[in-house]
């Protein structure tokens, strides 16, 4: 029996404004001379990072796919992947869940053009895909002109010259699977220089190369009530007091910054008044609506609302004391302990990340869920609520990734109110 060829594929997409104008690349390698065997690049439209990633990934397999013809005893080449797109090798190869739709659909193509049996996955850095990122960049930029892009106007190779390919390829003979994918890892690990760094740097608040673009809540305080400057407990349970004059004027401060940022796309909001009056400055200023979410609202004080620490000492010290050693202790009176705000904020963070993949929100909310979000972000205990600073009408920010990491961006800035 003849034995089935054997193929890299290296593929990446690209989108300028995720999404904007997109477009992918696609290269067939030989493993064993670092060989090009085909390219692939189309311009596509608008589209997200993700969604040009995966046709890329679809384009790389049907070329392969296309180059075996009837030249295998079983018509199937064995192929190797490799990509920077962490959310495509990771849910291609099975190890994550395809939650968003329009993810399913193109996974689902990619599936159908060879067996799974045939077809390994592995993750690299950006700087080792360089090929497939000058083939998706030359379809991008054809695009841009209103063509589409054309082999012979290509020079993707130049980044990769054939005689340094090979070298830097993982052999795929044996059986495919995660084993032999995951050896492939740790050779190129061991390979890469110790001073080795991603291509792009990590800016403000944009995506990790390697991971695709995360879920980025940027968390706004609202602005101060009259209850502000006094330190008096205002939660869900009490009179739900509308914005001060100062608490209005930080409002706009805000709103204005975020127009000269230019990157919130949605935004979401407690239902409480204090938090909607400041969201709707922003989203007047931004042309945005704003989504209530229940689940952001403030802790429910029970019987301490509207009263100061030193009053709530006073007159309820025993359950005060109480509250400050456990999370699971609640304000005198039947309101919220912090376990249970924890697994309410927790609930509508797993939604927001899902509904709000690869996008930038801007979460308008309190001290209380916006410190149980940095906690939970951190992996901190619940005491640390109690050493997080937080001002009216702060700016903290939260980044979501496809493989369930969060990272912490920003606390408690307050320079666009100076």
Not at 331 to 351: L, M
């Amino acid at each position: 029996m003849t034995r089935p060829r054997q193929f890299v594929i290296e593929a990446d997409g690209g989108s300028r404004g995720n999404p904007g104008p997109a477009g992918y690349g696609a290269v067939v390698i030989d493993p064993v001379t670092g060989e090009t065997l085909a390219e692939a690049a189309e311009y596509i439209g608008v589209a997200t990072n993700n969604v040009a990633e995966y046709k890329g990934l679809i384009a790389g397999l049907r070329a392969a796919k296309a180059l075996v013809a009837d030249t295998a005893a079983d018509g199937v080449p064995r192929v190797h992947v490799r990509m920077d797109s962490k959310l495509v090798v990771e849910q291609m190869s099975g190890r994550w869940k395809i939650k968003h739709p329009d993810m399913k659909p193109l996974a689902a193509e990619a599936a159908r053009i060879l067996p799974a049996s045939a077809v390994t996955y592995e993750w690299i850095p950006r700087e080792k895909n360089k090929h497939a990122d000058r083939l998706a960049n030359e379809a991008m930029d054809a695009g841009k002109r209103g063509k589409q892009w054309e082999p012979s106007s290509s020079t993707a190779a130049l980044d990769t010259p054939k005689s340094s390919v090979a070298a830097a390829l993982p052999p795929v003979s044996g059986p495919p699977g995660d084993a032999a994918a995951g050896a492939a890892r740790a050779r190129a690990a061991l390979n890469r220089p110790a001073s080795s760094a991603p291509a792009t740097p990590q800016v403000g608040w944009a995506a990790a190369p390697d991971l695709g673009a995360p879920a980025t809540f940027v968390l706004l305080r609202h602005g101060e009530t009259a209850l502000t400057p006094e330190k008096r407990f205002s939660g869900s349970g009490g009179t739900d007091p509308e914005l001060s004059a100062t608490g209005r004027g930080q409002a706009e401060r805000a709103a204005e910054a975020f127009a000269v940022r230019g990157t919130i796309q949605e935004i979401v909001c407690s239902p409480l008044r204090r938090c909607r009056e400041t969201a709707g400055a922003v989203a007047a200023r931004l042309g945005l609506e704003v989504r209530i979410e229940d689940g952001l609202r403030e802790t429910d004080f029970g019987a301490w609302e509207g009263l100061t620490f030193g009053e709530v000492r006073e007159r309820y010290g025993a359950d005060l004391d109480a509250w400050l050693a456990s999370a699971k202790a609640a304000p005198t009176g039947g309101g919220e302990s912090f376990a249970a705000v924890a697994r309410r904020v927790a609930a509508t963070r797993d939604r927001l990340v899902t509904r709000y993949a690869g996008r930038t929100v801007l979460v308008v909310t309190h001290v209380t869920p916006i410190k149980t979000l940095v906690r939970l972000a951190l992996g901190a205990p619940p005491e640390s609520l109690f050493r997080m600073e937080l001002s009216a009408a702060s700016v903290s920010a939260v980044a979501y990734y496809a493989d369930g990491n969060a990272s912490v961006r920003l606390l408690n800035d307050t320079s666009h109110l100076r």
